[in-house]
């Protein structure tokens, strides 16, 4: 199984609509949050060059945002990226 990661914060839309795509597809993920965990912030943006959230890593591979998520579910990528077969 995969281990995938979100940094995120509670206020963020993106960050909800990533942690509702994963949910739905029945993707077990990492909610790190940048907002109340000292030094996350950091780690993020020493991770994946951003300064936005969400930042989202399966297995340490840097995948991007919600928008990039969203893009490789759309086109049946994400299931090979996590490794199992996800919800339709």
Do not use: W
Not at 37 to 65: C, W, Y
């Amino acid at each position: 199984m995969s281990r995938v990661q979100m940094y995120c914060t509670k206020a963020c839309p993106y960050c909800q609509r990533a942690e509702q795509l994963l949910r739905k597809r029945g993707i077990r993920f990492e909610k790190i949050r940048v907002d109340l965990a000292k030094g996350k912030l950091r780690e993020m943006l020493k991770r994946s060059r951003r300064d936005t959230v969400p930042q989202i890593f399966i297995n340490d591979h840097h995948i991007g945002g919600y928008d990039e998520l969203a893009r490789l579910d759309k086109r049946g990528q994400l299931q090979k990226l996590v490794g199992k077969k996800v919800k339709p």
